[in-house]
């Protein structure tokens, strides 16, 4: 209750086993996150720097199409986590850190998609894409740091508990726990 009061959510000590599959799930978003997204600012960038001029403008806008196509799984599949996560703080009425990534790739997301339905060149998907896949990178960066954290404090308790500290008639003497009766 006073963890929950100073605004953390403290939570059970999680085994090992299931810590490396959100971590494995989490790699396995990124990864695909990525590769789309490489291929969304690639074509982007074409676009952008006007490599396809020679094209009439509406063949330029039907490139637009497969930037959605390849941003749709990135938002919807590797923003997944985020967009949950901000839905259930909405839903209890707090706001947070996925909420606000979450309302900026959406907005981009469907804008996009509203300007690539009136075949205008205005199209954001790369950035929605490269938002989720910079957020995502960076819980994976933060679950490695915790996963070392937290196998260097078990560790150190490990360690802690090798001795103990007894005092017989006035005199200190360090032994093992076993050796203890109360």
Known sequence: AKISSLGYHPSIFQDQSESSKEK???????AISSFLTANIMMISFALYIGFFKDLNQQAIG???????VLATPVIFYGGFPILKRAYVGLRYGSASMDTLISMGALSAFFYSVFQMVRGTLHVYFDT????????????????????KISRGITELYQLANQKVRLWIMDKERWVSPDAVKI
Do not use: F, H, N
Request: charged share 20%; net charge positive; proline share 3%.
């Open 128 to 147: 929605a894409s490269m938002l989720v896949t910079l957020v995502l990178l960076g819980k994976y960066i933060e679950a490695q740091a915790k996963e």
């Open 24 to 30: 494995k799930d989490l790699l396995l978003r990124l």
């Open 62 to 68: 039907y490139l637009s199409y497969p930037l959605g």
